[in-house]
Nanobody, 116 residues
Framework: QVQLVESGGGLVQAGGSLRLSCAASASIFQISTMGWYRQAPGKQRELVAA???????NYVDSVKGRFTISRDNAKNTVYLQMNSLKPEDTAVYYCNLKYADVYDDWGQGTQVTVSS
């Protein structure tokens, strides 16, 4: 199991920005697909953004043009830059690591709250 530690959440006004970070404890990170998910109260967890080893990315439609996922393999860290935040972005954000059918690990989550 890979330990994932998220940071960077907090309270921000609508229109503001936050950058989330997720540091992995093992170098398997470097060949894994990394994803950011979020879960708002009363809603199912949804995939927000993902980045593969070659660096291809995908985003849920609601964040396209506002959020950017990136990775630094030298630091075993994945980032989520969130700009133009909206109240509907309020949720607990989770980092996920996937590699084949061997690893499917989650961080503890970090709260993002966007006030109107």
């Amino acid at each position: 199991q890979v330990q994932l530690v998220e940071s960077g959440g907090g309270l921000v006004q609508a229109g503001g920005s936050l950058r989330l970070s997720c540091a992995a404890s093992a170098s398997i990170f470097q060949i894994s697909t990394m994803g950011w998910y979020r879960q708002a109260p009363g809603k199912q967890r949804e995939l927000v953004a993902a980045i593969t080893l070659p660096g291809s990315t995908n985003y849920v439609d609601s964040v396209k043009g506002r959020f950017t996922i990136s990775r630094d393999n030298a630091k075993n860290t994945v980032y989520l830059q969130m700009n133009s935040l909206k109240p509907e972005d309020t949720a607990v954000y989770y980092c996920n690591l996937k590699y084949a059918d061997v690893y499917d690990d989650w961080g503890q989550g970090t709260q993002v709250t966007v006030s109107s």
